[in-house]
């Protein structure tokens, strides 16, 4: 969908008013999608867009910056705070350096040490013994007594860990 070349112009004023695309879609009746796929097409609406934007925050700093200073120079009798703690929060969000760097002078170094009480146990870790198993061979016979095979199967007999043979 194309907009009109009036539609731009409405959304250029409604840009350079509040900085956001939102407020120009707004103004020229168009959905911020519609606004941003026109954008995107047209390289010069894009330049001219972009321009409006930082104008219309530069214009938002510059009404908080009045605020704050109104605040500060003619101090009302009854402070209205949710209307100056917007004023800073918009001068913070679209002044540079309003706040002021935050520089660190110094170096803390400490060093931690943990003291307990419990002594800590000397694991040591032994690996387990091989016990030496006992073969038994079986041999198996029909009930006529002729050889069929020898079974062999390993026993291990143990009373407190010792191999019995």
Do not use: C, W
């Amino acid at each position: 969908m194309r907009i009109s070349h009036d539609q731009k112009e409405q959304s250029l004023a409604g840009m350079r008013l509040l900085g956001t695309k939102k407020a120009g879609a707004l103004a020229a009746g168009l959905t911020i999608e519609v606004l941003s796929a026109e954008i995107k097409k047209s390289a010069v609406f894009r330049k001219r867009a972009n321009e409006a934007l930082a104008f219309g925050k530069s214009n938002l700093a510059d009404n908080a910056l009045e605020i704050i200073t109104n605040y500060a120079l003619n101090p009302p009798p009854k402070t209205d705070r949710n209307q100056l703690t917007a004023a800073i929060a918009l001068a913070n969000a679209f002044i540079p350096g309003f706040r002021g760097a935050t520089t660190v002078r110094g170096r803390i170094d400490h060093d931690v040490r943990v003291i307990t009480a419990v002594p800590r146990p000397n694991y040591q870790i032994e690996e387990p013994k091989k016990l030496p198993m006992k073969t038994v061979k079986t041999i198996i016979k029909a009930q006529n007594g002729n050889y069929i095979g020898t079974k062999s199967e390993t026993v291990e007999d143990l009373i407190g860990g010792e191999v019995i043979k």
